[in-house]
């Protein structure tokens, strides 16, 4: 491809509303154009790119038994009322209706879709194992679109759901997925850190999320160098400490607080350590309020919380909620006296002996408390939120946190869609069970953009060699016919040989045609220039190593197959 027919519209300056590399390396190469917040346009070269992730995705995934299929993006109402998703999907999910006021959603996700399709095309135990995928487009009404194509309203995913007979059957088609992912992103020139993940209302029961470490990255990872434990946040346990020997007891006494509200309020106050306070915090859960109580040097894990729950919308209340379920302004909640509405207690709240707590009252707290004694403990659940340094929930080990971008997400459904839309096929014996699902899901936008975050350079972009738009960046620096006739010769030399070359034959400055090598970031460059005018020998550069070597006519050919041969085999699995 020649660049006076290919459109790069390289930037010399950073966009202003791009705050992370590969935004702002995505747009300042050519890649991509922003069309609105959160919608992007894929220029010819940036679309190559996608074009190579999806080549690579679909490649394992046919490797792994998989088989493609196509959904429509535009999804009936009636399909989500039947998993009852169409009530409980919240604001991101596009809902628009057609001129007949039948009613749609713009698919975010397609697990009604596939359960529906594979309803009508299996019947039998004889049909399964399937794994159904697509790569196909999908629309969420994210709060805050972000990071460019890392957060967007509209992105291709690679979209996978597998069908088995029974818990065994799925643990295969799991873990077939995680080696196809762990395939993928190693092709793709990616770092990966599988971590546990939340299964939050998915209904499932094991989930892993594929993490790009980054400093970026929107989920916080504990990561356990000793045993190799590795969650993220959301899911984190951690060891707790043996709980201290109790008593004597103090007597339970109100003590006045004015104006004392907050833990670092407290500890001034009381001149003791936060780890004895209960810190009670009041939540919406589905509509009715519900009290969090925790030791005060902790934070609660709102995801752990809502699982605990079974709740599928879990909101911080309002003052005025708080008011009125505690009597009390903001800051003086407490669980003692058995409070009336339901009340969750992290299972470190009955190790505190001698505890403080909120009294329910204006500008007063309890001195003395213990659990059993001064309030009942009828909830308990881990509802902490884990953090660096914490002992590993297995060995023990202090745990490091890393921050990671989630490029992919596996999971185990259970039966919850081919339950509840009535899924079913017959086993060997005639009767008729539901199929248990996981599902399985990569974006390949945003693994784009996380290729950028872990590979580029103050210069541009450093192309792994697999997903890279082309292979080599052909400069031309010559003015005279005879010197464009050489680098032309080149050039077709080199699209001859089937190697992917884009050829800068612009009338621009060797110093903007090179600044715009490094920033679109090909592995290998080639200059024909003055050095090649007069002793046949044309440059040859590596973008990721630097290195640079002098290559004559005849064998470039032979000689850029062997670099990019060395580049792929870093990438191979
Ligand atoms: P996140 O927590 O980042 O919102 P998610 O848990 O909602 O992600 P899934 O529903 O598991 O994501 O979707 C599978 C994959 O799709 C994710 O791992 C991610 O790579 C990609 N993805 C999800 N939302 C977006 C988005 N708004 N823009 C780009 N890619 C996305
Ligand atoms: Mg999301």
Redesign the pocket.
């Known amino acids: 491809m020649r660049l006076s027919r290919y459109p790069v519209p390289t930037l010399k300056e950073d966009p202003s509303d791009a705050v992370v590399a590969s935004h702002r390396l995505m747009i300042r190469a050519g890649l991509a154009r922003k069309e609105a917040a959160g919608m992007y346009v894929y220029l010819p070269l940036g679309l190559r790119v996608l074009r190579k992730i999806i080549d690579i995705v679909r490649q394992e995934m046919d490797a792994a038994g998989a088989v493609e299929f196509l959904m429509p993006e535009l999804t009936t109402a009636d399909l989500w009322k039947e998993s009852g998703r169409w009530e409980t999907m919240g604001p991101e999910m596009i809902r628009i209706k057609d001129r007949n006021g039948l009613e749609y959603a713009l698919a975010p ?1 397609h697990e009604e879709a596939f359960t529906g399709t594979v309803r009508s095309i299996i019947s039998s135990y004889k049909d399964l194992p399937l794994n159904a995928y697509q790569i196909n487009t ?1 629309f ?1 009404d ?1 709060i805050r ?1 972000r990071y460019g ?5 509209e ?1 291709i ?1 690679k ?1 996978a759901y597998s069908f088995d007979m029974d818990d065994e059957g799925l643990e295969k088609s799991y873990q077939a997925m995680r080696t196809a992912y762990r395939n993928i992103f190693k092709r793709c020139g990616l770092e990966t850190i599988p971590v546990e993940a939340d299964t939050g209302t998915m209904g499932g029961n094991q989930s892993e ?1 594929f993490m790009v470490p980054s400093e970026i990255g ?1 989920e916080l990872l504990l990561l356990c160098d000793s045993c190799g434990y590795r969650a993220n946040q959301e899911k984190a346990g951690f060891g707790r400490a043996p709980a201290p020997a109790k008593g004597p007891f103090e007597e339970l006494k109100e003590v006045s607080t004015p104006d004392v509200k907050t833990i670092d309020d407290l500890v001034k106050f009381f001149g003791c350590g936060a780890d004895i306070f209960l810190k009670s915090i009041i939540y919406i859960a589905d509509g009715a309020p519900v009290m969090a109580v925790i030791a005060g040097d902790r934070d609660i894990n709102e995801h752990k919380l809502k699982s605990f729950l079974g709740a599928s919308e879990l909101d911080l209340a309002s003052d005025s909620t708080v008011e009125e379920v505690t009597k009390a302004p903001v800051g003086f909640a407490g669980p003692v006296n058995d409070f009336k509405i339901r009340t969750v207690f992290d299972i470190g709240v009955r190790d505190i002996s001698n505890g403080i707590t909120g009294a329910n009252k204006k500008d007063v707290h309890y001195s003395g408390v213990n659990p059993g004694r001064d309030f009942h403990i009828k909830d308990e659940a881990d509802i902490a939120l884990a953090v660096e340094e914490d002992p590993c929930p297995k060995c023990g080990a202090a745990m490091k946190a890393r921050r990671g971008i ?4 596996i999971f185990k459904l259970g039966n919850k869609y081919s339950k509840s839309m009535g899924l079913t096929v017959l086993d060997a014996q005639g009767k008729s069970v539901h199929p248990i699902m996981g599902c399985y ?3 390949v ?3 784009l953009a996380a290729i950028i975050e872990q590979h580029h350079d103050e210069g541009g972009i450093i192309w792994p060699v697999t997903v890279a738009p082309f292979h080599v960046w052909l400069v031309g620096l010559g003015k005279a016919e005879e010197e464009i006739r050489q680098a032309d010769e080149i050039y077709g030399l080199i699209r001859e040989a089937g190697i992917e070359v884009l050829y800068d034959d612009r009338k621009l400055s060797p110093g903007f045609k090179f600044g715009d090598a490094d920033m679109v970031g090909l592995p290998v460059r080639v200059t024909v220039g003055k050095n090649y005018f007069q002793t046949g020998e044309a440059e040859v550069k590596l973008r990721s190593s630097g290195a640079v070597e002098k290559v004559r006519k005849d064998d470039i050919a032979s000689r850029l197959f062997a670099l990019i041969e060395t580049e792929t085999s870093r990438f191979r699995i």
Do not use: A, L, Q, Y
Not at 149 to 153: A, D, G, L, M
Not at 406 to 409: A, I, L, Q, S, T
């Open positions: 996700t999908k969420r994210e679109p194509v890392i957060r967007s309203k992105f995913m979209d999320e929107e989630e490029v992919g997400h899901g990569i974006g936008n945003r693994t």
